[in-house]
């Protein structure tokens, strides 16, 4: 089940029509209006003449290519939500992005519902963000409000068993703080329960050298190598 909307528009940016199609069916079975762009000038005229509530960025390397987009928008002074999707295993700086201009990201390949939350999740943070009259490219506490929720929806995937989902949201997190404990931990807790005992090794020894006083990082990684 997914939230209904029916006044939220998004802008989707992607140069592969097969993609765009499947994210517009994904957002528009949840009530959401869709406009799609293939280029950046293209999106950035539609972006002029209409408002949209959120903008979906694809991005392929090279990524300043796409980044324009973020640059010119943000220098227009349009704060419009953007939510950038990239290739899962391609390198990129998440941190980057998010000083840049983006507000969220996902890594392919996106699940409709994963997508569906995501969006209903950016929109709901920047509509809060300007009824505070808080600024929502603030990098800081963007990133924290970011890593939070993916860390609240880590765990509740976890409990669900949706492993899927749950690796996108550690994924996430991970992205934007590499050394943080908690997600680190939940990430070994992933491989331990897909039965990836190297992995679930390698995420709790990265947890317990990024804080060594943490419990958790000491415990889970003594709980592993003693039930062998």
Sequence with gaps: ???????????????????????????ESAGYTVDESEDEEAALEKLRRSKSDLVLLALSPPWIVDMRVLRR??????????????????????KAALELGA?????????????????????RRHDLARSKAVDPTQTDALIAAVFDESLTRAKQALNRREFPQAEMALR??????????????????????????????????????????????????????NSE
């Excluded at 928008?73 to 998440?94: C, Y």
Aim: charged letters at 25%.
């Design 103 to 123: 507000i969220d990201f996902l890594f392919e390949p996106v699940r409709p519902e994963e997508l569906r939350t995501v969006v209903a999740e950016v929109i």
């Design 1 to 27: 089940m997914f939230i209904m909307c029916t006044s939220n528009r998004i802008l989707i940016v992607d140069d592969d029509p097969r993609t765009l199609a499947r994210y517009r069916r994904a957002l």
């Design 73 to 94: 928008l943000r220098g227009a002074g349009d704060d419009v939500p953007v939510v950038i999707i990239m290739a899962s295993g391609n390198l990129f700086d998440a």
């Design 172 to 225: 996430q997190a991970t992205a934007l703080r590499p050394d943080s404990v908690t997600a680190l931990s939940l990430l070994g807790i992933l491989h331990e329960l897909r039965g990836d005992r190297e992995g679930a090794g390698r995420c709790y020894q990265a947890a317990y050298r990024a804080d060594p006083s943490q419990e958790l990082a000491r415990s889970n990684m003594l709980r592993l190598y």
